[in-house]
DNA sequence: AAATATTTTTAGATAAGTCTAAAAATAATA
DNA sequence: TATTATTTTTAGACTTATCTAAAAATATTT
């Protein structure tokens, strides 16, 4: 249907609008998120837009049109069920799925992804704690918290991070914290922004300020 | 590493040269197995000439090289491991496996591979009863007889098929008959070629020659 | 508002893979 | 062996996706 560059192009442009919390999307941005040139990706615009896929104007910035969001929202679907299918079938951990994910992603076929989500027990969210999109790509958005933004005190519970890069995972894992880790955040210093955060074996670790803004939870 | 096209290229190499017992692969017969044209084949076994992964002179055939035996080695045993689990795991019927198999087959991770090939139990033959070549490429070839050279009144083991179609594959079901099935060829008749063929519950089935001769059977 | 900086787009080139049509080599037949 | 038929290769064009360098538009500063 639909070529493994076009979808990476939608997947990109989703994914900016929504961290960016609004629906245009600078070609600069979807160039640094692809890893490739401004140009390129006029180029690629020009031919979405030919295709209805996104809106489109010269110098005003792009957005996904209907279909463009719904072929996004199956592609994240694929790329998320597949991490679980990774992390929970074969074992491997939550730093190293992405990019397996980034492959299998683009393999067409629906029915394969209608009985693989079925055979892992139909998840809601993938490793990270993102949420997946289900069949028909609705998407159920919870609004989880920020570490940083808990109060002293308050007890909470790691339901996701809102960074995937393999450094910031395996320093969580360090840590030993995981989806369903009960935290709560202690003293916070203001002079360096660390945070001090009690496990629930009664353990203090302590964790920088980017750390924790990329740590989500609720309470 | 190699792109999904190269590797389709060998792979139908090897496949041409594995079914002709001879090593030497015509241009035509390349062209064909890839639904495409020669011209295009020619131009592709001069870059895999190039690239060293196959042995070719012009209007003289091509054959594999060792490097290029490996690689196409490799993406056998990928599409015989997906084809195990979409069968195994995801309840899809072997005639459905084939085409799913083939995108699959081209996802890069040897890590992936290992594990699914460890999670689905090593298996030793893919859905249809082709054999699974090991991590390092090393096939173990038995030497199946097809059920119309077997001897009337003669019991043999149904161990695979060496016809991937649809319209084959949903009739041998159709028969009931599938891997393992224990099979007693009976009386042939002379002016049609079909053959009776009794199973394990009494029953009586007649195939025609074109299927006998596509069932593979051990004695 | 004018000058400068940044972002975005155009123009033109490149690489991978494919195609058609025609030429060259090989194989088959009279 | 000469002629015909088939197979294979070349030549040149097309598509998708990319790039660099330069031009145009927009934003930011002074």
Redesign the pocket.
Known sequence: MY????E??LKAIYKLSYEQKQSET????I?EE??????????????LAEKQLVN???????SLSDEGKSVALQVVRKHRLWEVFLHDKLDFGWEEVHEIAEQLEHIQSDRLINRLDDYLGNPKHDPHGDPIPDKSGALFIENYLPLNKVASGQACILTGVSDHSTSFLKSVEKWGLGIGTCLTPGDKNEYDGTLEVELPNGEKIVIGQKSAAHILVKI
């Open positions: 070529s493994f560059t076009e990476n192009y600078s070609t600069n941005a160039a692809l890893d490739t040139r401004a140009a390129s990706v006029t180029d690629m615009l020009k031919k489109y104007e010269k110098y005003k910035g792009v």
